[in-house]
């Protein structure tokens, strides 16, 4: 079993949608998380970054972390053809070495 | 800020050459660089580790000697694919990190092996 679980998806959404992205993972020593989005041929770009449990917002994107349930989410509100992309959660305990799930890729149909 | 340079962006090359490929933290000082690469539909595979000053850790599986890294300085590595062959056709990413827990990506870069 890996230690973070992603569905790679594709997950095709209509434009205005909201779109909820899920990991979840089996290391309960991991404290923060990140969520990075990944345009084809590009390299990722950090999106939303949060410590422990809890949410994060952030103009259209909201992070939620349940530590309880080992369980993070991203949503992305009024969804748009340009956040088509592979959305990548990663998450660490100490240090900054990540672990990485594998990535769930998302389609936004005008 | 954290900007992250990759250079080249693509590179084309014979097999059996060696290929450099560099990492530039453009407006930070990294302590830590990671090198990545990554197939086709497939997430990010962590190639090596390596801090300012001191020799690359090495992830499971990957040659030392193949993949040579330098991190010569705060805002520079590099990653030299030696006798490149095909097989080693890939994208190759690297992150920077300044100490905290994200890390920073560069772009990417594309190499083909002939």
């Known amino acids: 079993q890996k230690e973070v679980e992603q569905d790679p998806g594709p997950l095709s959404v209509p434009e205005g949608a909201i779109v909820s992205l899920n990991c979840t993972y089996s290391n309960s020593a991991f404290q923060y998380f990140m969520w990075y989005r990944q345009y084809s041929r590009k390299g990722p770009e950090l999106l939303m970054y949060?410590?422990?449990?809890g949410n994060k917002e952030d103009g259209r994107f909201t992070a939620q972390v349940d530590k309880s349930s080992k369980y993070i989410s991203l949503f992305i509100r009024d969804s748009q053809p340009s956040d088509s992309a592979t959305y990548l959660c990663?998450?660490?305990?100490?240090?900054?070495?990540?672990?990485f799930g594998g990535g769930t890729r998302l389609m936004v149909k005008p | 800020g954290a900007v992250v340079s990759q250079h080249p962006s693509w590179v084309i090359c014979k097999s059996g050459t060696s290929v450099k490929i560099e990492c530039r933290s453009l407006d930070f000082q990294a302590t830590t660089m990671f090198w990545y690469r990554q197939f086709p539909k497939q997430s990010l595979m962590l190639m090596a580790t390596s801090n300012e000053g001191s020799k690359a850790t090495y992830e499971q599986g990957v040659e030392k000697d193949k993949f040579l890294i330098n991190h010569a300085s705060l805002t520079l590595s590099t990653l030299t694919v030696t006798s490149a062959h095909p097989e080693d056709s890939s994208f190759y990413i690297c992150?920077?990190?300044?100490?905290?827990?994200?890390?920073?990506f560069g772009p990417g870069t594309r190499l083909t092996v002939l």
């Open positions: 949060t410590y422990s449990s």
């Open positions: 990663a998450m660490n305990n100490a240090g900054n070495m990540l672990t």
């Open positions: 992150s920077a990190s300044a100490g905290a827990h994200e890390q920073f």
